[in-house]
């Protein structure tokens, strides 16, 4: 399917009431995994319903754990607990999601089973060696397309604690370990560049795990579990999420006279980054109100489109913390003065695709001077209406290309149409549909 977005009117929360964006994809797959390992039952409030976590929820009734949808939102989870996951009749098809199918496979290694894991054609071609190696030093044993690619198999049980120093700053490694940790003999360490997102550690400790953190001088950081650990079944309440309430964020930063109030958004300080950066583009969202909720700071966001945005180089530091935002960070720097360096993210080359090459790609398409760097891009922006349009945009199937080059269109002089837009619901379903209801022109092309 294609979607087509035209220059638009104001972006406005209906009547200035609050917008909720959808819930926490992170958080989503957590709380139906760590239900599934939990004894008792989770409840779970506000999951994102995408296919992505779909996905997982799948694979959770295939390890045996009992998945129910009651409501829009609302599930339940009875835990596999003291018996462990089951085998699988067959193998586990993860769709898109490479949360899904890196933290499942962390958590069964745990188990005396066999499982085979597959996915869509982006998910085939994207790394699990990073993964299925901390496996295997840990005990399991796997086998695996050109040794690292889905269709892969892993063997586990009997695992033993490992000290993992990971070369990437990655939520999806970190948490594969630490979940296999659970089940192994001892403490499970992983050391990482920078802290990456921390919904595991937070989520383990609600479900009564000891986690231990520490950081470095330097900003290394290390989480550790001790196996062994019972989890018990907890309410979960899902927050919307931030890296879903940036397009939002962006469509009113673009368009003039836009306003938009967004509600319930997990303000995880590890997740916020594209917030400080639009501070630094001078176009910061105003925080109205911030509060706990199950371990997560939540809060209600405003943003007002600026007279005018400039270009900004955010630190390498903060690469983390916005790793999923940098395809819309580069759609929203195409209208601001001057340039913006986007850089300290080489991790983006394994995203759902390539996301520097196409983020240039589509920005050349669009009329906006771009340029390619190893680990990031510079986009040399064209300031407020200054952006062309007027194009059709590769999105390899990315929900998040998809999403940044629409949002892009409804601030620029022409048409932008881009190709492969259900993919979008991966992460973000309904998202024509409610951009629509805050009046952006977005139709099927
Ligand atoms: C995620 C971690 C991030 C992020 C992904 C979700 C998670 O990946 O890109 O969308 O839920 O742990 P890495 O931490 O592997 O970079």
Known sequence: MRLVARPSGPI????????????????????????????????????????????????????????????????????????????????????????????????????????????????????????????????????????????????????????????????????AILLAGLGADGQTSVTEPRASRDHTERMLRAFGAEVRESTGADGRHTATVKGGARLRGQPIAVPADPSSAAFLAAAALIVPGSEVILDDVCLNPLRTGFFDTIADMGGGAETIDVRDAGGEPVGTLRVRAPQRLRGAAPPEARAASMIDEYPILSALAAFADGETTLSGAAELRVKESDRIALMVEGLHACGVDADERPDGLVIHGRGPGGVPGGATVRTHGDHRIAMSFLILGLGAQAPVVVEDAEMIATSFPGFADLMRSLGADISEA
């Open 12 to 175: 406005r929360s209906p009547d200035m009431g609050r917008v909720r964006p959808p819930g926490d994809k992170s958080i989503s797959h957590r709380a139906l995994l760590f239900g599934a390992l939990a004894d008792g039952v989770t409840t779970i409030d506000g999951l994102l319903e995408s296919e992505d976590v779909l996905c997982t929820a799948a694979a959770m009734r295939a390890f045996g754990a009992g998945v129910t949808r009651s409501a829009s939102g609302r599930w339940t989870v009875v835990g596999r607990g003291a018996a462990g996951f089951a085998e699988p009749a067959g193998p586990i098809d993860f769709g898109n999601s490479g949360t899904g199918v890196r933290l499942t496979m962390g958590a069964a290694a745990a188990f005396p089973i066999k499982v085979t894991y597959t996915g869509d054609a982006s998910l085939s071609g994207r790394p699990m060696g990073r993964i299925l190696d901390p496996l295997a030093l840990m005990g399991a044993r796997w086998s695996a397309r050109d040794k690292g690619l889905l269709p892969a198999t892993v063997h586990g049980g009997a695992l033993r604690a490992i000290a993992y120093e990971s070369p990437h700053a990655s939520a999806q490694i970190k948490s």
